[in-house]
C-alpha cells in the first residue's frame, strides 16, 4: 500500500464496578489528490442572492398606503417572488409589486385593515442559492382582542368605541 496512514486508538471505560478496556488499530489508504481537468466553458460564473438593503418593520393606521422596499443582488440578478404570513402575494387592486430599474423591488399595499397585518417577505433566488428578507405590518390604532367575522372568516380584533358623558 503506497500513501497510508495508520491510527491506534484505546478506549477505556471505568465505573464503580470496575473497568473495561481495548485497542484497535485503523489503516486509512490516502487517495492522490489532483485538480479536475475542465475548460473555461464548464465553469460558472455566479454568486448567490443576498440584500443589500433588507426589508424594514411597518407601523400603518386602517386606510393608509404601505410601501415596502428591499434592494437584491446576485448573479444571475435573482427571480423575486413575495409572499405574506408564507403564502405567496398575487398583485389585484389594492396590491402592487414593482422590480425598479435600480433593482429596488417594492411592494405597495393600499387601504390596509387589520386583515393586512402579517409578516411580509421577499425572496430571492437564483442557481446559486435563495436568500430572504422579512418585516412586520403593525396596523394600530383602537383594536381589542375580541372575536369578530369579516367576510366569512373569523378574525380577532374590534374597533375600539369611546363613551362620553353629557
Given amino acids: 500500500m503506497k500513501n497510508f496512514e495508520i491510527c491506534k486508538f484505546k478506549v477505556v471505560a471505568e465505573n464503580d464496578y470496575g473497568s473495561a478496556r ?8 490516502l487517495k492522490d489528490r489532483t ?3 475542465f ?16 426589508l424594514t418593520v411597518k407601523r400603518a393606521k386602517e386606510g393608509e ?3 415596502f422596499e428591499c434592494v437584491p443582488y446576485g448573479k444571475p440578478f435573482p427571480a423575486i417572488k413575495w409572499l ?3 403564502m405567496d402575494l ?6 402592487k409589486i414593482e422590480a425598479l430599474d435600480d433593482h429596488t423591488q417594492r411592494l405597495t399595499i393600499e ?11 421577499c425572496v430571492a433566488t437564483n442557481e446559486f442559492g435563495t436568500a430572504s428578507t422579512k418585516a412586520e405590518l403593525t396596523i394600530t390604532g383602537g383594536y381589542s382582542a375580541k372575536t369578530a367575522k369579516k367576510n366569512g372568516k373569523f378574525i380577532f ?9 353629557i
Fill in 22 to 29: 481495548t485497542t484497535c488499530e485503523v489503516i486509512v489508504q
Fill in 35 to 37: 485538480k479536475p481537468t
Fill in 39 to 54: 475548460d473555461d466553458s464548464q465553469a460558472l460564473e455566479g454568486n448567490a442572492p443576498g440584500f443589500s438593503i433588507p
Fill in 65 to 67: 398606503t404601505v410601501v
Fill in 84 to 86: 405574506k404570513d408564507g
Fill in 90 to 95: 398575487v398583485p389585484n387592486d389594492k396590491i
Fill in 111 to 121: 387601504g390596509v385593515d387589520i386583515l393586512s397585518a402579517g409578516y411580509f417577505r
Fill in 157 to 165: 380584533w374590534q374597533k375600539k368605541t369611546t363613551k362620553q358623558k
